[in-house]
């Protein structure tokens, strides 16, 4: 029915479905209309419409409230709820953020790394991902999270697997990659499954309820032990991140700048989600799972993946281990099962992304110059490509952690963490594995400014609809090394929302 | 807000903005409007705290303005405006940029209220510095510029250190007056030790000066050490042991100064002698010597960068700074030679230079505290200084044999910034009171009295004489091509020596472990690359079956430990 033009206040209370209907019909629009530049119009108008939905949603819900919305007017727990808090507001926003500033780099991007005509299909993917990262994040019900995770997954293969036309092995990566994803996705909803058997409802906030009653079943510890092992798999926990340096190396630039930066992200936030408010915070605790397998698994994260990262000839297989390590700091603040800890990873997941999507676009634009992300080939190039050159330097020194960079806020909320439990220990641990991360980062910089070039060959800078996207993330992995209002808040609010109180306690009184 | 916008960041956003601009004079002309925009804001900041932040829970105070910061953000800024000035026909990017973030870093480091921030811009003031001793673009400069930064940053580590153990001691971070006693304080007093060049501790200043360019000497000059001065003032006032210290660091530069051969070097060693007044006088601590200290800080700037310009113009012209080579320059650079004599009479203190204002001050403070050996070991020194700077800075330079050499007279931009800093000397020299009037407190303080006069020009025309006849008897040191050996020997050349002299057996004792130890880290480093490199069984990433054995691995482990803990 046609109802006249709809006020945007007419439309607030609809603002938790709209952020994943919007780009979820863009989507099939984009492929029906068949002409890139609307294609791309359509990608880029529902990408900001979610950013604008999601920073409203945050604004609201940051004071510790909760909005529930049913679907289709079926109140939970048989209908689906979208309830957003303070900590999926927060994930909500990076992902819609980062895609915002990604899209319209991808425009150019993709020029030279995927044939015309699968163009308007790359939009499709990429908005179907994009819905399936935010759907996955912002649903209140366990089975709709698995739905949405293969909704991202599956788009995710196809979109790595359209870098096949600049390197072929992006077939395979996208290949291995969808093989375990689909293993991972499996684990995920067996333990979904054995939940449901237990306790007939698959409402996250409804199971968060009844769970502790159920606290030494067997049937729910193998149910989280699965659902701890699926997502650890979709976000690259140590031993299971074999498909991730493949699959970010080989996928479009765009796309690893986009993945980089949301995908894992996402997966980290279903993982909290799960421990500390669906299984509650003492059942997770007592199961040891944290102290035995995440902390150490995170610890070796930093220092293996860094070591990895140190070897790696390809930039960009270099900045995916380089994440692999990131990661690791971000498990580490789950590990310490604290307000602090929670805090810290919540706060690295916006750092992370916004310094990592800001590398690896600078590295995009290298391949879109050079065709080659080879670093013995970028020698030189900080004469020939300063803009982008620099932009490498600038986030390179805050994926390190330098102070007045975003990743120092990060690491400095980890050690804090660290300190508060009195783990001096950690805290140096901490330290030491940011020191290989110079090492990383310096090869890279002693190879742009330091090394004489190869050949004669002349490399033009790379052009401004490149250089504005990343250069907007660089100065944001700076401005919020310096004000932290925003992200600290936010992420502190998000502590709150995973630990807080009794996940149905603050609802509406249902 | 916008009153207290911190002046630093100016200095930054030209430094961004030269990139930008074409080569040439466009980029000299920013360089020279930006010290002026900023020292025109100094000028009117109001006082207070202006410019607050806070990361986490740590306050930060960006501009905390008072007497003291701003009479050294000024002279700061005219420091940056005279050295740019100098370097008008500079066309080199690296040593611009360098400046202007040296000297914001400088300039913000004054007005940082807490010693987060304090921190922050003195790290930078090293890093900044140190590419103004790397152009020169020598192996030597480069090895000189790694030494150099090696030291700075390791006063900012203490820095850093003595910060965090007094935060967790005391929960303040406000920069303000400090007592040595604690770790903490120690560690802070070391770290401005450091960079005011404490004896044993100053050899970084004569390796690394003389080292930069032509340019870069006379920027070095003024900020680093005065930056030091200015924290010791802030911090350490009225520390007793600084007296001490600072007595031996006027003194002991003299020997080397006279028997140094570069004149810019002899330049450092009396840079560090005049450092050892500042320090003197902040040991003092009372009002008046503060202000002595503050003056004499002001005026040193002035002079001393008017005699690295001289001299570096000199150089500019003919290719070398040594004794031994020139001579009888004043033939064609007689305008150099001018402003050379108006530096070498303001450090040496006569009457209606500007020496002589800030001097007086710190002479007459130590004599009012009863500090009377600290007062005849200053006086001493001040006579040292006229031996080696006043006269023989302009005599072998400008006089002497004639070397034979007829440079041209300096470029038009240098000698106007000599001229200015020449004419700042003199101006100040003959009427003190407006520099007087900005001092930190208020001086009720008469300088030309008739002891005053009599005393310092008692004490110049004996000095003078002592050069004189030193020099016909032919005892005075000439300029010799020498090289001499200061403390840093000891460290940089004797302790290698003493370790292999020890004898064959430890030397091969030695050489074993060196050799173990390499292979033990080579073996380290191709263990890692075994494993973790490319090839390596961790850096693998094709199969997909060793990840379902992970998977599997992983939820075992998971379930495992799920039930033990829970039975």
Same mark, same amino acid.
């Given at each position: 029915m046609f109802s006249g033009p709809l006020t945007f206040a007419g439309l607030g209370p609809h603002f938790p479905i709209l952020q994943v209907v919007i780009p979820l019909i863009a989507a099939p629009l984009a492929v029906f209309i068949g002409v890139t530049s609307i294609a791309f119009l359509l990608a880029f108008a529902a990408s900001i419409a979610s950013l604008i939905i999601s920073y409203s949603l945050l604004m609201q819900v940051i004071d510790g409230s909760i909005i529930s919305y049913h679907i289709g007017g079926w109140a939970p727990p048989w209908g689906i709820e979208y309830r957003v808090d303070a900590a999926n507001a927060f994930v909500l926003l990076i992902i819609s953020a980062i895609s915002t500033v990604v899209l319209p780099y991808a425009k150019t991007s993709i020029e030279r790394e995927i044939r015309a005509s699968a163009h308007t299909l790359f939009y499709a993917c990429y908005l179907l991902c994009f819905t399936g990262l935010l759907g996955m994040v912002i649903t209140g019900d366990a089975f709709n999270v698995f739905v949405f995770l293969e909704i991202s997954s599956l788009s995710t293969y196809v979109l790595v697997a359209l870098g096949a036309e600049r390197d072929k092995r992006a077939l395979t990566a996208a290949f291995n990659y969808l093989i375990m994803g689909t293993i991972g996705a499996t684990f995920f909803v067996i333990g979904l499954g054995l939940l449901y058997m237990m306790t007939g409802t698959l409402n996250m906030a409804d199971l968060g309820e009844r769970l502790p009653a159920l606290s030494d079943n067997r049937t729910v510890q193998t149910a989280f032990g699965f659902i701890v092992v699926g997502m650890g798999l979709k976000l690259a926990i140590y031993p299971l991140h074999l498909w991730l340096p493949n699959a970010y190396t080989y996928a479009p630039s765009a796309v690893t700048a986009f993945l980089a930066a949301t995908a894992t992200k996402a997966a980290i936030y279903v993982l909290m989600r799960f421990m500390f408010s669906v299984f509650a915070p003492d059942f997770t605790a007592a199961t040891g799972a944290l102290n035995l397998i995440i902390l150490p698994f995170a610890v070796i994260a930093m220092f293996a993946a860094s070591i990895i990262a140190v070897f790696q000839a390809d930039l960009k297989k270099t900045l995916a281990y380089s994440s692999i390590a990131q990661i690791g700091y971000m498990l580490l603040g789950i590990g310490y099962f604290s307000h602090s800890g929670i805090t810290a990873t919540m706060i690295h997941l916006f750092n992370h992304a916004v310094t990592k999507a800001a590398l690896f676009m600078a590295v995009g634009a290298i391949i879109y110059q050079t065709g080659t992300s080879f670093i013995p080939k970028l020698a030189g190039l900080g004469k020939q490509m300063p803009w982008t050159s620099a932009a490498i330097v600038a986030s390179g020194l805050s994926l390190i952690g330098i102070?007045?960079?975003a990743g120092f806020i990060s690491k400095w909320v980890l050690i804090n963490g660290a300190f508060e439990k009195g783990w001096w220990w950690m805290a140096m641990l901490i330290v030491a594995s940011s020191l290989i991360a110079v090492i990383y980062v310096w090869q890279v910089v002693e190879t742009l400014y330091l090394k004489k070039p190869v050949g004669d060959v002349v490399v033009k800078e790379a052009p401004l609809s490149l250089l504005i996207p990343t250069w907007i993330l660089v100065f944001a992995s700076i401005y919020f090394g310096l004000d932290t209002e925003l992200t600290l808040s936010s992420a502190r609010a998000a502590a709150d929302a995973l630990l807080g109180a009794a996940p149905l306690a603050a609802g509406a009184g249902s | 807000m916008a009153d207290g916008f911190p002046v630093a960041f100016l200095f930054f956003a030209g430094a961004a903005l030269l990139c930008i601009l074409p080569k040439g004079n466009a980029r000299a002309l920013l360089l020279l409007a930006i010290p002026v925009i900023a020292g025109y804001i100094i000028w009117l900041l109001p006082e207070g705290n202006l410019w607050s932040t806070s990361i986490f829970e740590l306050n930060l105070e960006l501009m905390r303005v008072d007497r003291l910061s701003r009479i050294f953000a000024l002279v700061f800024a005219l420091a940056a405006f005279l050295g740019n000035l100098y370097a008008w026909h500079m066309r080199d990017m690296v040593q611009q940029v360098g400046t202007l973030l040296y000297a914001g870093s400088a300039i913000g480091a004054v007005f940082a209220g807490d010693l987060v921030t304090l921190f922050l811009y003195w790290e930078g003031t090293a890093i900044a510095s140190v590419f103004l001793i790397w152009a020169r673009r020598t192996e030597g400069a480069y090895h000189t510029g790694m030494r150099y930064l090696i030291v700075q940053i390791g006063s900012g580590v203490l820095l850093l250190a003595g910060t965090v153990l007094l935060w967790r001691e005391t929960g303040s971070l406000v920069f303000e007056s400090m007592t040595l006693g604690s770790l903490a304080t120690w560690l802070i007093f070391i770290a401005f030790g450091i960079k005011c060049a404490f004896p044993l501790l100053h050899n970084w200043l004569q390796d690394a000066y003389p080292a930069a360019t032509i340019t870069g000497t006379v920027i070095l000059s003024a900020f680093t050490t005065k930056l030091a001065v200015y924290a010791l003032a802030r911090g350490f006032a009225g520390t007793e042991l600084l007296i001490y210290i600072g007595a031996v660091m006027a003194l002991f530069p003299i020997f080397y100064a006279v028997i140094e051969n570069d004149l810019r070097r002899v330049l450092v060693y009396s840079l560090n002698n005049q450092l050892g007044f500042m320090v003197v006088g902040i040991g003092v601590g009372t009002e008046l010597a503060l202000n002595g200290t503050v003056t004499h800080a002001f005026v040193h700037i002035l002079y001393k960068a008017l005699l690295l310009m001289s001299i570096g113009a000199v150089m500019f012209r003919t290719g070398t700074a040594k004794c031994s080579e020139l001579g009888g320059l004043y033939k064609t650079m007689p305008l150099t030679m001018i402003f050379c004599v108006v530096g070498a009479a303001s450090i040496s203190a006569f009457p209606l230079f500007s020496g002589f204002v800030s001097k007086s001050l710190i002479l007459s403070a130590s004599v009012d505290e009863g500090y009377y050996i600290v007062w005849a070991m200053l006086l001493f020194a001040s006579a040292g200084a006229l031996l080696y700077s006043g006269i023989k800075i302009p005599y072998f330079a400008f006089f002497a044999q004639d070397s034979g050499l007829r440079p041209k007279e300096a470029p038009w931009n240098m000698l106007l910034a000599m001229g200015i800093a020449a004419f700042l000397s003199i101006a100040i020299g003959v009427y003190p009171a407006p520099l007087y009037a900005m001092l930190p407190y208020e001086l009720d303080y008469v300088l030309y009295t008739t002891p005053h006069v009599v005393t310092q020009l008692q004490l110049l025309f004996f000095s003078a004489l002592a050069f004189t006849v030193l020099q016909r008897t032919g005892i005075y040191p000439q300029g010799l091509r020498s090289i001499n050996l200061d403390t840093d020997w000891t460290y940089r050349r004797l302790l290698p020596k003493i370790i292999s002299a020890v004898g064959k057996p430890a030397a091969r004792l030695w050489d074993a472990i060196v050799q173990f130890s390499l292979r033990r880290i080579n073996n380290i480093i191709s263990g890692l690359y075994r494993t973790? $490199?490319?090839? $390596?069984p961790i850096a693998k990433a094709w199969p997909t079956g060793s990840m379902v054995l992970w998977i599997a691995i992983l939820l075992a482990a998971t379930l495992l430990v799920s039930f033990i803990d829970l039975m």
């Open positions: 102070p007045g960079t | 973790h $490199g490319p090839e $390596g």
